[in-house]
């Protein structure tokens, strides 16, 4: 039915950037807020970065300044832009959209299958 696919973890030194893209696709009436969560190794997954249907924008406190959130609703994608990137941001990251999948259906949570990114020198 709907399907977030993410792409653009990978490797990074410290201080590098990377680009993290969530596409959906599928049986999809309309979007409402989407973001990007991340889950490091032993610890619970958290909140990075979320973005409105407006474009109101939230951020953990620990990315703000560093990581930036951004959507493309022609294409049903969203972005993830980290920069400063730091060991500590080492974590899977998953794209979460809430969808409308059918005329007053309400909005469902999705999540996408996840995408390593690993900080190292």
């Known amino acids: 039915q709907v399907q977030l696919v993410e792409s653009g973890g990978g490797l990074v030194q410290p201080g590098g950037s990377l680009r993290l893209t969530c596409a959906a696709s599928?049986?999809?009436?309309?979007?409402?807020?989407m973001g990007w969560y991340r889950q490091a190794l032993g610890k619970e997954r958290e909140l990075v970065a979320a973005i409105t249907s407006g474009g109101t924008t939230n951020y953990a406190d620990s990315v703000k300044g560093r990581f930036t959130i951004s959507r493309d609703n022609a294409k049903n994608t969203v972005y993830l832009q980290m920069n400063s990137l730091k060991p500590e941001d080492t974590a899977v990251y998953y794209c979460?959209?809430?969808?409308?999948?059918?005329?007053?259906?309400?909005?469902?949570?999705?999540w996408g299958q996840g995408t390593l990114v690993t900080v190292s020198s």
């Open positions: 599928g049986s999809i009436l309309s979007f409402n807020t």
């Open positions: 979460n959209a809430l969808i409308m999948i059918r005329p007053g259906g309400g909005y469902l949570k999705f």
